[in-house]
């Protein structure tokens, strides 16, 4: 660890890096002072992590995507690290949502040098996340992408991935439980969200409206047919979702969630678990330090 300003966790599969990209950046970063570690099925993060912390070091760069991400911040919630990101990955929410551009060179720049902004996180039962807790069809359409992926790329995945899913077109009955309220729903598709989105952008992805106002937002829907659900995700990418009849938005800081089934299929930003019933979920504020462009 002597002579290390920080570690670079590389994930050298991520969807939109070259060899000739990794080359300069590996270069680079070695300018800055970063230790290099690659993210192979066989890497041990987090107990990088913690023997890194221990160490007193604080400044952790993350090159790779969403799913990347969401591991390291498994260990950094609550502690003193600091998190950069470099967003070579396909989506690249929380890259968005932070304003950081896609240009990977000024990315590490600002993942280095750039200011220290405190966000809210959530947990679910014992694992944190950055951006939502979905339940119902989404989960089914996540599976079905990673079927495609070897011979597509993420995007057309996931269209692939559409088909079967709504085909399948399966509901959950939930019981929700939060402060004032107890209500059983029968829906298919339940998201909880770290904060709130801006869902009047046009667009594959909605960015959020603030990033430390310490509570959740729960949307959700009416039971809907296929042709409806259909309806609703060509009004999501509109920006026009809240015209959907049956539409809602609660804010809330915790809830519980609770089903008949054993275990509720969930993706946690955007990876599918398998968890067993009831989902406690509540935010997590100002509980994650995040390099962000300086103002």
């Keep these: ?57 604080r400044n952790f760069v993350v090159a790779g995507g969403d799913g990347t991400i969401h591991n390291l911040a498994q260990t950094l919630v609550g502690t003193d690290g600091i998190l950069g990101i470099v967003p070579i990955g396909t989506v690249n929410h929380m890259a968005r949502d932070l304003q950081i551009p896609a240009d990977w060179h000024t990315a590490l720049e600002i993942a280095v040098h750039g200011e220290i902004r405190q966000i809210d996180t959530g947990r679910v039962n014992e694992i944190h996340f950055l951006n939502s807790v979905i339940v119902g069809i989404y989960p089914t359409i996540a599976e079905y992408r990673e079927r495609f992926r070897s ?90 979702v809240e015209q959907v009849d049956g539409f809602r938005r609660v804010r809330t800081e915790v809830l519980r969630i609770d089903a008949a089934s054993p275990v509720i299929r969930v993706a946690v930003d955007g990876e599918v678990r398998s968890l067993a019933p009831p989902l406690q979920i509540s935010a997590v504020p100002a509980s994650l330090l995040v390099r962000v462009p300086r103002s």
Excluded: C
């Excluded at 057309?156 to 439980?177: D, G, K, N």
């Excluded at 209500?183 to 990033?211: C, D, H, P, W």
């Design 1 to 57: 660890m002597a002579g290390s300003s920080g570690i670079l966790f590389l994930n050298p599969r991520a969807g939109s890096f070259s060899e000739a990209d990794e080359a300069v950046l590996r270069g680079r970063a070695g300018e800055l002072g970063l230790r290099i570690v690659e993210l192979t099925p066989a890497a041990d993060v987090r107990s990088v992590l913690r023997t890194a912390l221990d160490a007193g070091l």
């Design 151 to 240: 011979t597509h790329s993420k995007w057309r995945a996931y269209l692939r991935a559409l088909r079967p899913a709504v085909r399948q077109f399966r509901h959950i009955s939930l019981v929700i439980e939060m402060r004032d309220r107890v209500e059983t729903i029968r829906t298919q598709l339940f998201v909880v969200a770290v904060n709130s989105y801006n869902l009047t952008q046009a667009g594959l992805v909605a960015l959020k409206n603030s990033l430390d106002d310490g509570r959740l937002t729960i949307y959700t829907f009416g039971f809907m047919s296929r042709w409806q659900f259909v309806r609703a995700a060509a009004k999501f990418f509109r920006g026009k």
